[in-house]
C-alpha cells in the first residue's frame, strides 16, 4: 500500500511475513542551514515506531536523527500468512504522528 | 503525553508495569519503564561511550561472531548508508546501532519481541568513515560486533 505517509508491502514468505516499509519523512538533523539565507532547519525526525501484526506489537524501535532521510525499514515477522493485517505507525519529535497498514499478500 | 501513550506497549509489562497508569490504558499497552521510552539521553550523547552506558548503564558488551552486522564495506553516499542487523543468539530484547564517527553516535534501537525474526534493516546517515556498531541485548548478556565503512561522500550537514 502507498500514499503520502510512504509505501508498505507485506509478503508470505517460509511461513512467516517479510515487511519492508518506506516512509516519508524529512529526518532532519538540526545541522543543515536553509541554502541561501543560512538559515538553520530545525532538528526533525521520527522517534517511535510501533509495528504490529493482526494488532499484536512485534518489533518497536527508538530513532534518531542519524536514520536517513525517507527511512527504510526492513524485517519479518515469524509467523503469518497472507491475509494477515501489518501496521506501522510512528511518532516524530514535533508531536506529529503517521501510520502505514497494508495487508499480506 | 498522548503521543507517548500511543507507542507504549507492554514487553515488559511484568515489574514496574503498574505505575498508577495502566487503570486508563488498555491492557496490551501497559506503561513502559523509564529504560524502555525513547532514550533521550542516550541519543545526545557524543561519544560512542557515552551513548552506550545511558543506554546500557556499566555492562561491558562480549565481542560475538553471532552477530552479523551487514552494511557496505564502501559508501558512496553517506547520507543513506543500507545496515542490517541480525543474530542468532537466543532470547534477544534489544538490538542497537551506533557509528563512532557521528557527532552523535546513536542512531537506532529496536526491541524485538520473539515474534519477529532478531534481524532489521535499516538506513543510516554516517558523516565520514568510521566503525559501525551493533550492540545485541539479551536476556543474559550484552553482546557487540563492529564493522568498518569507508565514506567517500559525508551525510551531516551541507
Redesign the interface.
Known amino acids: 500500500m502507498s500514499n503520502d505517509n510512504g509505501k508498505i508491502r507485506a509478503k508470505a514468505k517460509d511461513g512467516g511475513i517479510a515487511v519492508r516499509a518506506l516512509i516519508r519523512h524529512p529526518m532532519e538533523t538540526g545541522s543543515r542551514k536553509q541554502p541561501g539565507t543560512e538559515e538553520p532547519i530545525p532538528r526533525h525526525y521520527i522517534q517511535e515506531l510501533l509495528c504490529e501484526h493482526n494488532g499484536d506489537t512485534v518489533l518497536r524501535m527508538d530513532w534518531g536523527w542519524g536514520v536517513s532521510e525517507n527511512p527504510y525499514l526492513a524485517f519479518h515477522i515469524q509467523q503469518g500468512q497472507p491475509g494477515d493485517a501489518v501496521t506501522i505507525q510512528w511518532t516524530d519529535n514535533m508531536g506529529a504522528a503517521g501510520q502505514l497498514t497494508t495487508v499480506a499478500v | 503525553m498522548q503521543?507517548r501513550r500511543?507507542?507504549q506497549?507492554?514487553?515488559t509489562a511484568a515489574p514496574f508495569a503498574a505505575l498508577g497508569l495502566t487503570g486508563i490504558m488498555p491492557a496490551?499497552r501497559v506503561a513502559a519503564t523509564a529504560a524502555d521510552s525513547?532514550?533521550d539521553a542516550a541519543?545526545h550523547a557524543e561519544t560512542l561511550d557515552a551513548a552506550m552506558t545511558a543506554l546500557y548503564g556499566e555492562r561491558s558488551a562480549i565481542e560475538s561472531d553471532r552477530i552479523t552486522l551487514t552494511a557496505p564495506d564502501i559508501a558512496e553516499n553517506g547520507?543513506?548508508?543500507?545496515v542490517?542487523i541480525a543474530t542468532d543468539l537466543p532470547n534477544v530484547r534489544t538490538m542497537t546501532v551506533l557509528?563512532d564517527g557521528?557527532?552523535?553516535p546513536?542512531?537506532?534501537?529496536?526491541?524485538?519481541?520473539?515474534?519477529?525474526?532478531p534481524?532489521?534493516?535499516?538506513?543510516?546517515?554516517l558523516g565520514q568513515s568510521a566503525n559501525l556498531v551493533a550492540l545485541v541485548e539479551t536476556d543474559d548478556a550484552l553482546y557487540r560486533s563492529t564493522r568498518p565503512v569507508k565514506v567517500t561522500a559525508g551525510?551531516?550537514?551541507?
Do not use: D, Q
Request: overall charge positive; some cysteine.
Open positions: 503521543r500511543l507507542l506497549t507492554g514487553i496490551r525513547w532514550p541519543f547520507r543513506v548508508v543500507p542490517e557509528s557521528n557527532p552523535f546513536l542512531l537506532a534501537r529496536a526491541h524485538v519481541m520473539p515474534a519477529v525474526r534481524r532489521v534493516s535499516i538506513r543510516v546517515k551525510g551531516c550537514g551541507g
